[in-house]
């Protein structure tokens, strides 16, 4: 298989080069709260963009009204990447994208997570010129939420055996058969990730640029595989979703995905116990009070979960057979109390 992943530069100053090399007029989408610490690195001038929605047909109507630009910078987290691919694909205009945090692998992705009437759709193609990432920028950002961004890489781990799970017992959608080597390549990304675990948790340059380079594989890997998730999304991801439609509320991405990780490799009786010793390693806080949620919510997460998945169309994994008891819950907690410890009472 060949893999084809964006362009991709490390260093620092980045942002203040960007005025030097993009056409002009341009256009950078931002955040208002991130302007206020970049805008000393552009143009008195620049044409600045703060996302407020990502509802396609919002977006649509303010590129619209944004007038004529010559290409299109995003800088921020996942908001800002979706919604400058949006500004680039609508507009046919050059991409150049700097993320400021590598929380999750979306500025790696050819779509944008675009909602229609409030739910998620991955839409629209664009290559990036290229993708700056700098250190300065990433070492200046929270710790906490860079370090999260290994979820997207170690949720390879279910994803391979949800694969296998799903061909072994006639359960695998035609499109997508299983592919041993397929599923071999993304378990060597993921275990480059492990191997460096402890420089991305210092998040050092060697650590930014591992985890940058796990998450840019998997930003290409969908398209590259024939737009076929299998060997890169599973049940990690699926308590996740289960979780934000049922509570609304707006995650990190890494700490519902990694909590999701732990679950679902307990439902898969796939070395539990070493995920969740490896995610409280990675300084990623899978417990509900972390997340600002309830172990009611993560339970009824869990219970509600397969019902969610059939509804949604989501491709089948161990989650479809396997039972959530109350005893199975109570089982979820205790691990993981044990290793991170009671939430600290104010
Ligand atoms: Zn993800």
Redesign the pocket.
């Known amino acids: 298989m060949e893999e084809r992943l964006f362009n991709t530069i490390y260093g620092r100053n980045l942002v203040g080069e960007l005025k030097n090399i993009v056409q002009r007029p341009y256009l950078v989408v931002t955040m208002e709260d991130l302007w206020e610490k970049f805008r000393g690195e552009f143009d008195e001038d620049a044409h600045v963009h703060f996302v407020k929605t990502l509802e396609y047909d919002e977006i649509m109507r303010e590129l619209e009204e944004l007038g004529e630009f010559e290409a299109v910078i995003g800088l921020g987290g996942g908001q800002a990447v979706d919604y400058a691919k949006m500004a680039a694909w609508k507009t046919h205009r050059p991409l150049y994208q700097v993320p400021t945090s590598i929380a ?3 500025v790696f992705g050819h779509r944008a997570g675009i909602r229609f009437d409030s739910s998620v759709r991955y839409v629209g193609y664009v290559e990036p010129v290229a993708v700056y990432i700098d250190f300065d920028v990433i070492q200046k950002g929270p710790k906490a939420l860079n370090r999260s961004g290994v ?2 890489v170690l ?1 390879y781990h279910n994803a391979v055996y949800d694969w296998k799970y799903a061909w072994d017992r006639g359960k695998c959608e035609s499109q997508w058969p299983y592919d041993e080597s397929l599923a071999a390549r993304s378990m060597e990304v993921y275990d480059r990730i492990v191997e460096a675990m402890d420089d991305i948790y210092e998040l050092n340059e060697k650590g930014i640029r591992v985890l940058t380079e796990g998450l840019r594989w ?1 930003g290409g890997a969908f398209h590259n595989a024939g737009w076929n998730p299998r060997h890169i ?1 599973g049940t990690d ?1 699926f308590l ?1 979703y289960t979780l934000e439609y049922m509570t609304k509320k707006k995650f990190i ?1 890494g700490q519902p ?1 990694c909590l999701g990780i732990f679950t679902g490799s307990l439902m898969q009786d796939n070395d539990a116990e070493g995920m969740l010793r490896l995610i409280h390693r990675a300084g990623v806080d899978i417990r509900p009070e972390a997340m600002g949620i309830t172990w009611e919510d993560v339970f009824a997460a869990l219970k509600y979960e397969k019902e969610f998945l059939e509804k949604d169309g989501k491709w089948f994994t161990v989650a479809n057979d396997f039972v959530v008891t109350d005893e199975f819950c109570e089982r979820v907690k205790a691990m993981i109390l044990e290793v991170y410890g009671e939430w600290p009472e104010k």
């Open positions: 999750t692998n979306a979820c997207d949720c998997g999304e991801h996740f991405h995905v």
